[in-house]
């Protein structure tokens, strides 16, 4: 026989996917920022870079937006969010797309700076 949930139960398995949203979120942002680093360090000292390890890292940031999207979608459509809660999942959805244009952007001037070093001037 199916158990019912009490309201205190799907209250909990909300919080425990809006803190699932939360983490995720923090890992788009470390994406973003290694990759912001590594442009920094190269521009910093000078030195060749690849565009090929920009591009995963690039896949794996759209990866995590998509997963984002679908979960704020999940949230909204299963239980109608309170007030703090829908706004915390529509600034996660704004902030996602604007760390995956982040993320493709690196990718852009991974190839810039790639191609501007194995040009001959």
């Known amino acids: 026989?199916?158990?019912?949930r009490t309201g205190k139960s799907v209250r909990l398995h909300y919080d425990q996917k809006l803190a699932d949203l939360r983490?995720?979120?923090?890992?788009?942002?470390?994406?973003?920022?290694r990759m912001l680093?590594?442009?920094e360090r190269v521009l910093a000292e000078n030195t060749d870079i690849s565009a090929y390890a920009f591009a995963s890292a690039e896949r794996e940031a759209a990866i995590r937006?998509?997963?984002i999207?679908?979960?704020?979608?999940?949230?909204?459509?299963r239980q109608q969010p309170v007030s703090k809660d829908l706004r915390?999942?529509?600034?996660?959805?704004?902030?996602?797309?604007?760390l995956g244009r982040i993320a493709h952007l690196c990718l852009d001037l991974s190839k810039t700076l790639?191609?501007?070093?194995?040009?001959?001037?």
């Open 1 to 4: 026989m199916e158990q019912v």
């Open 23 to 33: 983490a995720q979120l923090k890992d788009l942002g470390g994406i973003c920022r």
């Open 37 to 39: 680093e590594t442009i």
């Open 65 to 67: 937006v998509r997963s």
């Open 69 to 77: 999207d679908r979960l704020c979608s999940l949230l909204i459509l």
């Open 88 to 98: 915390l999942i529509t600034v996660a959805t704004r902030v996602s797309t604007d």
């Open 114 to 121: 790639e191609r501007i070093s194995t040009d001959d001037f």
